[in-house]
């Protein structure tokens, strides 16, 4: 079982910056997927970024250019740098790591409990 803590969430302005950080603990598989998703009020959960143990990324297009997703392998922790903020970035954003097995499987993996973003001035 992995468990998925998160941290760095709160209030910015538009156009401020935001670190968030996600560390896993558990029985976590040698390969393994990586990522945030976030969820606006009345809105379906979406794929932020992702990163695989190999370095490859996927970004939500909305955000390429503002965002980047990194890993530190030793510490099993993924970071999101978010930049350049704006007002519909606001969600709660959920960590998730998925397993190659899980992969493979198609099911969701392990999620975090969640981490409340706003930007508003």
């Known amino acids: 079982q992995v468990q998925l803590v998160e941290s760095g969430g709160g209030l910015v302005q538009p156009g401020g910056s935001l670190r968030l950080s996600c560390a896993a603990s558990?029985?976590?598989?040698?390969?393994?997927?990586m990522g945030w998703y976030r969820q606006a009020p009345g809105k379906e959960r979406e794929l932020v970024a992702t990163?695989?143990?190999?370095?490859?990324?996927n970004y939500l297009d909305s955000v390429k250019g503002r965002f980047a997703i990194s890993r530190d392998g030793a510490k099993n922790t993924v970071y999101l740098q978010m930049n350049s903020l704006k007002f519909e970035d606001t969600a709660v954003y959920f960590c998730n790591l998925r397993s190659l097995p899980e992969i493979r499987r198609g099911l969701f993996g392990s999620w975090g409990q969640g981490t409340q973003v706003t930007v508003s001035s």
């Open positions: 558990g029985s976590i598989f040698s390969y393994n997927v």
């Open positions: 990163i695989g143990s190999d370095g490859t990324t």
